[in-house]
């Protein structure tokens, strides 16, 4: 599976952004999409995740601003970041999980906060 994302870059604090990721490759009917983000210095966290049932987890510090979503027949996920803060500054990386535990990453995007 190969993961390409988009849609980072620099955006003022109160801002919005919009990440896209696409899956192609051996892709499960069931599975999970998401982002994760490290900041630097820090550890990578989860920052929103969907599957294709569309439960969703959100970090509890994004919710209310981000918002994930994703269009399964184009095996692609969204990730809406509104709202941001400084502190949501942070390479953001698209992950893919299968049903069987098979895990991707697709290389990071950079999403800088600043005015």
């Known amino acids: 599976v190969q993961l390409q994302a988009s849609g980072g870059g620099l955006v003022q604090p109160g801002g919005s952004l919009r990440l896209s990721c696409t899956a192609s490759?051996?892709?499960?009917?069931?599975?999970?999409m998401g982002w994760y983000r490290q900041a630097p210095g820090t550890q990578r966290e989860l920052v929103a995740t969907?599957?294709?049932?569309?439960?969703?987890v959100y970090a509890d510090s994004v919710k209310g601003r981000f918002k994930i979503s994703r269009d399964s027949a184009k095996n692609t996920v969204y990730l809406e970041l509104n709202s941001v803060k400084p502190e949501d500054t942070a390479v953001y990386s698209c992950?893919?999980?299968?049903?069987?535990?098979?895990?991707?990453w697709g290389k990071g995007t950079q999403v800088t906060v600043s005015s």
């Open positions: 992950n893919y999980r299968n049903i069987r535990g098979m895990e991707y």
């Open positions: 490759g051996s892709i499960f009917s069931f599975n999970i």
């Open positions: 969907m599957s294709t049932g569309g439960s969703v």
